[in-house]
């Protein structure tokens, strides 16, 4: 006679099997697995995760192969909460073959991507993993694996972050590349092929490390993010959500009255730009993606007042603020985050205008520079624009100038403006009367008072008087100024359809 406090038999078999997938009862593959100074797939969940929130699908799955055996056959996946918000969580077990994409846990991926879909939920997905499961492609009939046109079809619908803590190869590199936005930490690895694969294409064993280390996909904007290690790495993608969450209670802010000294004197000297953002921004609330690719141009999310915004500012410690085909497409791609999600945006202006001379024209400046525009006169998310110092040509046409129809356009007292810079001005209009000057210390003098004249006709008063912006204002007043401006915005209708498509790139 059995015990009734013991569950019957079918209900044992069951309670076996799900403790079985679970961490405590393999101590020695999670002791393999910290010693690569890594956490086991499911501790990375619980570490993101509100406490008791995750709902398992497909925790029982097996590998398609009777010879093989490994818990939900490497990939683990659920809905879950991170800070209140509906979430789908998905990674694989590198310490299941390898994390390897199999028959099973393709049509595992395929089912949480397809209900993230439906349901709106952002997707956070943890891609350590070796790609295709060699053994699964000797199964006579596999069927078709479209796990990555179902995540691709996610873009501009949901938030989708990839996380590349560990190796991360072939297919998991192609969703990390399919992904809104990358965090890795700099002792992961990532490539469209692992070493068995570039051996055979070039005859070169490499190691992991040596195919594509962190510091090559940072530079080259690959990644989005690089922190430390995966705490920092979870609290970057925690933070992340939160900016698609609406307003959220202010941290406060630095003083503003800084603001007024930040812009040198001298128009010939540079500053950070990083610094403005940061006094302007909710404190300890920026969060800048691709900081080492396209310097010439800063694009983070923050809060002001508590309300998210996406920003994107020129860098004059980078070319002057001049935009290269890099800066370039660094904007436009933020632009199209920033849309599909109904943020709205802040330019902050200090530009020359676009880079020129034949080597940035090697690099088709003339297409990239257009992707701006293009992603720019096609949102309809609201955006405001600040010109901080310069406002030259088409750099400043794509910063929100008053042909893109900001929603408030204001510079500082340190701005000017023009349709190209000023002393390049001064050689086209004047050229007459500087050619026939034959002493050179006499033309230096006269094209300096030119300069000095169109410099007075476009300060950003003189610019203010014809109505060309909004308003100059004290750079003290800025924060007040857009606060007060993104709380006045309409607020973005709630939709389930697509806007636009998040290039990869």
């Known amino acids: 006679m059995s015990n009734e406090n013991e569950p019957r038999g079918d209900l044992r078999e069951v309670l076996a099997a799900r403790a079985a997938r679970l961490d405590a009862a393999r101590p020695n593959t999670v002791a393999k697995q910290e010693e690569r100074g890594l956490k086991t797939i499911r501790a990375s969940i619980a570490a993101l995760i509100d406490a008791d929130s995750f709902v398992e699908y497909g925790g029982l799955a097996a590998p398609a192969r009777d010879d093989m055996t490994g818990p939900a056959d490497g990939l683990v996946m659920g809905t879950a909460q991170v800070d209140g918000m509906s979430v789908v969580v998905i990674g694989y077990d590198y310490t299941v073959h390898a994390g390897s994409q199999s028959a099973i846990n393709h049509r595992k991926a395929q089912r949480m991507f397809a209900l993230a879909e439906r349901n709106g939920w952002p997707v956070i997905g943890w891609w350590d993993g070796a790609g295709a499961r060699t053994h699964d492609m000797m199964l006579p009939a596999r069927g078709t694996s479209p796990t990555f046109v179902t995540f691709a079809r996610l873009s501009g619908k949901v938030p989708t972050i990839a996380l590349v803590t560990g190796r991360a190869f072939a297919g998991q590199a192609n969703l990390a590349g399919l992904s809104d936005l990358v965090i890795a930490t700099p ?28 510091e090559v996909h940072e530079a080259a904007g690959a990644i989005d993010i690089l922190c430390p290690d995966e705490d920092s790495a979870l609290a970057a993608a925690r933070q992340y959500l939160g900016y698609f969450r609406g307003r959220q209670e202010t941290t406060g802010a630095a003083d503003q009255e800084q603001l007024r000294d930040i812009i040198p004197e001298s128009p010939r000297r540079a500053y950070n730009v990083r610094k403005v953002i940061e006094a302007l921004c909710d404190r300890d609330n920026v969060l800048e993606l691709r900081p080492k690719f396209g310097k010439a141009a800063v694009t983070a999310l923050a809060r002001i007042d508590g309300w998210p915004v996406g920003v994107i500012a020129n860098q004059p410690m980078v070319l002057a603020g001049a935009m290269d085909s890099d800066a370039c497409d660094k904007i436009a791609r933020f632009i199209q985050l920033c849309d599909a999600y109904d943020i709205p945006m802040l330019f902050l202006c200090d530009t020359p205008g676009l880079m020129v001379g034949p080597d940035v024209e090697k690099t088709a400046l003339v297409r990239h520079s257009a992707r701006i525009l293009t992603a720019l006169a096609n949102a309809n998310t609201p955006f405001m624009t600040v010109v901080l110092r310069k406002a030259y040509g088409l750099g400043y046409y794509v910063m929100g100038a008053e042909a893109c129809d900001p929603d408030l356009l204001v510079a500082w007292p340190t701005a000017e403006f023009g349709g190209m810079g000023l002393e390049g001005a001064v050689n086209i209009i004047h050229a007459t009367e500087l050619n026939a000057i034959e002493d050179e210390a006499e033309k230096a003098e006269v094209h300096k008072q030119r300069t000095d004249e169109l410099r007075r006709y476009n300060t950003a ?26 709380a006045a915005l309409p607020k973005a209708d709630p939709h389930r359809s697509r806007k636009r498509v998040v290039e990869p790139w």
């Open 461 to 486: 008063l003189a610019t203010a008087e014809r109505f060309h912006i909004d308003d100059v204002i004290d750079p003290a007043d800025t924060r007040a100024i857009l606060a007060n401006t993104l």
């Open 187 to 214: 002792d992961a690895t990532m490539g469209m092929a692992g070493p068995p694969l570039v051996a055979a294409a070039f005859g070169t064993w490499l190691t992991p490390e040596e195919i594509g280390p962190m």
